[in-house]
C-alpha cells in the first residue's frame, strides 16, 4: 500500500499440504455445527445461501431457502427454539438491526463465510457473536495511548493499545479505537505496518462486517493479532485504510494529523527483542 517492495515466495500446488478451502467447504463445516446443536427438530432455514450450492452439501431437503431479510428477522422471532445458516455478510446486515428485530447467538466462528445462528441457547451452548465487541454505541471504557488522526470527514482515530515490547517472533494483540462522524461510503481495509532495520511486518485485515457497515456515532474497538518480526529491533508501527488490489492500492486520504505522503499515521514504536 505504501509502495515498497515485498519478495513472495510461490509454492508450487503439489508441495503445499493443504489447498485452500472452498466456499462449499465451508458450507459443510457449518453444516456440521448446525447438525451438532440441533437436538431434535428444530426449524431451520438458510439465507444468504445459494440454493446449487447448498444441493452439494447436501443440506436438509426440509430447508427454506429465505432470500428477504425479513422473513428471516421474522423466522428468528419465534417463540420456539430455530436455527438458520447465514452468509457473512448477511449476518452483518442483521447484527446492524439487532435491537429492532429480536435477538439471537451465533454457533461456532462468527468470522467464518457462513454463520450458523439461533434464537434461544441451550445448556453447553454459547453466543460467539463478537460484533457487540467491535461496533459499539458509546465510547469504550478505555481507548489505550490516546491519538488523533481524521480520514476524510469520516473516521477519526482516538487510541492504541499495543504492548511496549516483544520477543521475536511473538503474537502479540492491537487494539485501534475510532469514532464514525459519517457514514463510510466504501469497503475499507486496514493496513498496519511495523517498520524497523529495513524489515517490515504487518497485519492488514478487514474490521468484522467492514467500513460500509459502519454508521455515524458507532465507535469501532479493532483488535486483532500480529506476529512480531524475526530480526531484534525498534520498529515502528504505522496504520490507515486502502482499498483495491496489488498495483492498485489506494489509500484513504488523511485530513487531520501526523501522516506521511501515503496516508499512513503513526501509532508509536514498538521493541521487539
Known amino acids: 500500500e505504501d509502495g515498497n517492495r515485498i519478495l513472495i515466495s510461490i509454492i508450487p500446488r503439489d508441495t503445499c ?5 472452498t466456499q462449499k467447504d465451508h458450507l459443510a463445516d457449518s453444516l456440521a455445527i448446525f447438525l451438532e446443536h440441533r437436538k431434535s427438530n428444530e426449524a431451520f432455514v438458510t439465507y444468504g445461501v445459494p440454493f446449487a450450492l447448498g444441493e452439494k452439501v447436501n443440506i436438509p431437503p426440509e430447508s427454506d431457502f429465505v432470500d428477504v431479510f425479513d422473513d428471516l428477522a421474522e423466522f428468528l422471532a419465534r417463540k420456539e427454539r430455530v436455527l438458520a445458516i447465514v452468509s457473512r455478510p448477511k449476518l452483518c446486515e442483521l447484527n446492524r438491526a439487532h435491537g429492532t428485530h429480536g435477538s439471537f447467538a451465533v454457533l461456532g466462528d462468527p468470522k ?10 441451550i445448556h453447553g451452548e454459547r453466543d460467539e457473536n463478537t460484533y457487540s465487541q467491535v461496533v459499539r454505541n458509546a465510547l469504550p471504557k478505555g481507548t489505550g495511548t490516546k491519538k488523533h488522526a481524521l480520514w476524510g470527514d469520516s473516521i477519526r482515530f482516538v487510541g492504541v493499545d499495543m504492548p511496549s515490547s516483544v520477543q521475536v517472533g511473538e503474537s502479540f494483540e492491537v487494539s485501534l479505537f475510532f469514532e464514525v462522524l459519517k457514514p463510510v461510503a466504501k469497503s475499507w481495509q486496514t493496513f498496519v505496518h511495523f517498520y524497523g532495520q529495513g524489515i517490515r511486518f504487518q497485519a492488514d485485515h478487514e474490521v468484522q462486517c467492514g467500513t460500509e457497515g459502519w454508521r455515524a456515532g458507532d465507535w469501532i474497538v479493532d483488535t486483532f493479532e500480529v ?3 524475526s530480526v531484534a529491533a525498534i520498529y515502528s508501527g504505522y496504520i490507515g485504510f486502502f482499498t483495491g488490489q496489488h498495483g492498485s492500492w489506494k489509500n484513504m486520504q488523511v485530513t487531520q494529523g501526523q501522516s506521511d505522503v501515503n496516508n499512513r499515521v503513526p501509532i508509536g514504536k514498538i521493541v521487539v527483542q
Do not use: K, R, S
Not at 499440504?17 to 478451502?21: K, L
Open 17 to 21: 499440504d493443504e489447498t485452500p478451502p
Open 112 to 121: 467464518a463465510p457462513f454463520a450458523v445462528l439461533t434464537n434461544h441457547l
Open 227 to 229: 506476529q512480531a518480526g
